[in-house]
Structures are given as C-alpha cells and as structure tokens.
C-alpha cells in the first residue's frame, strides 16, 4: 500500500553532517505521519524523529533533538533527516517509515517501513 525508500546514508567522520532522504509511493491512507527510526548493532529499534502532516507537529528523540531536524515536502511524497554533529552512538541502520494517528507510541503507529539505510560514523 505504501512503498518507502531512503537514501542518502553513508560514511561521515565524528562531528560531520549527513541528510537522509525518504520518497513515499502508494495511497496516503497509512501515512498520516512520516519519520524515521533507527536499529544500531546488538541494540533494539529505537524512535528518531517524526512529522505529522495534518498539523505539522515535529518528534525528536532525547538523544537527537537539538543535532537532526525532519522536514517534509507533501506534493513531492519525501521526508528528510538532516543529521549534524554526528557521533559514533549514532551508527545504526536508519529506517523511514509511515503510519496512522492511533497508538500508545511512535512504534505502534507505524505501518510501513523501508528497507533501510546504513549511517556509520567513525571516531
């Protein structure tokens, strides 16, 4: 229903920037809001930031709020993550991913995922 693609990701040395892209395809039914998460080595999936359409309200996570801002452009589909001051805790697979208004927390709204892309930072 709701195809998700992210690209951008990389290598980038401790205190450098990277933006990560997302293009959604597909119905906006399951995409009332859009955002990323990330899954770094031997560790759980965790929140990262999210944008939801009808209002604009922006998401960040303690550990990136004040260093990764999300934008979104709804006549192209996309979502960015502009990622700054980066550090090696940041290395991880970053997902983008879609989903509706009801749940207890970000994860449980979320319906769709992309495939992920790789964010590695190096000391």
């Known amino acids: 229903q709701v195809h998700l693609v992210e690209s951008g990701g990389g290598l980038v040395q401790a205190g450098g920037s990277l933006r990560l892209s997302c293009a959604a395809s597909?119905?906006?039914?399951?995409?009332?809001?859009m955002g990323w998460f990330r899954q770094a080595p031997g560790k759980e999936r965790e929140f990262v930031a999210a944008?939801?359409?009808?209002?604009?309200?922006?998401d960040y996570a303690d550990s990136v709020k004040g260093r990764f801002f999300i934008s979104g452009d709804s006549a192209k589909n996309t979502v960015d993550l502009q990622m700054n001051s980066l550090k090696p805790e940041d290395t991880a697979v970053y997902y983008c991913?879609?989903?509706?208004?009801?749940?207890?927390?970000?994860?449980?709204?979320?319906?769709?995922w992309g495939q992920g892309t790789q964010v590695t930072v190096s000391s």
């Open positions: 944008l939801t359409w009808s209002n604009g309200l922006l």
């Open positions: 991913v879609a989903g509706g208004p009801y749940g207890r927390n970000w994860f449980e709204k979320t319906r769709y």
């Open positions: 597909g119905g906006t039914f399951g995409r009332y809001f």
